[in-house]
Nanobody
Framework: QVQLVESGGGLVQAGGSLRLSCAAS????????MGWFRQAPGKEREIVAA????????YYVDSVSGRFTISRELAKNTIYLQMNSLKPEDTAVYYC?????????????????WGQGTQVTVAS
């Protein structure tokens, strides 16, 4: 079993920054492909960023590319989502997820474990 716990959400003004954290129990992150997803009110959940098993490759959805950075810290079994230049349209509940089977994936149906989510609100 893998447990994922997100933290770091909150209210921020447009143009500001937040760093989300996702702490994992169980096996080390190096065994998993990881992803950050978000779900805005009235919208479907979407991929934001993904990190390959081993951490060598990343993926970003176009709307956050150049503003968000996914990273990991093995010693803390934690992944991060650094979010800069935030926009009101980034407002959503953000989830981290782990895929124990694949090298890397952007399909949420392929992720095995999910955190409970953390709210990010960007005020204009």
């Amino acid at each position: 079993q893998v447990q994922l716990v997100e933290s770091g959400g909150g209210l921020v003004q447009a143009g500001g920054s937040l760093r989300l954290s996702c702490a994992a129990s169980g096996r080390t992150f190096s065994s998993y492909a990881m992803g950050w997803f978000r779900q805005a009110p009235g919208k479907e959940r979407e991929i934001v960023a993904a990190l390959s098993r081993g951490g060598g490759r990343t993926y970003y959805v176009d709307s956050v590319s150049g503003r968000f950075t996914i990273s990991r810290e093995l010693a803390k079994n934690t992944i991060y989502l650094q979010m800069n230049s935030l926009k009101p349209e980034d407002t959503a509940v953000y989830y981290c997820a782990a895929d124990t089977n694949r090298f890397m994936t952007t399909a949420q149906s392929e992720y095995d474990y999910w955190g409970q989510g953390t709210q990010v609100t960007v005020a204009s």
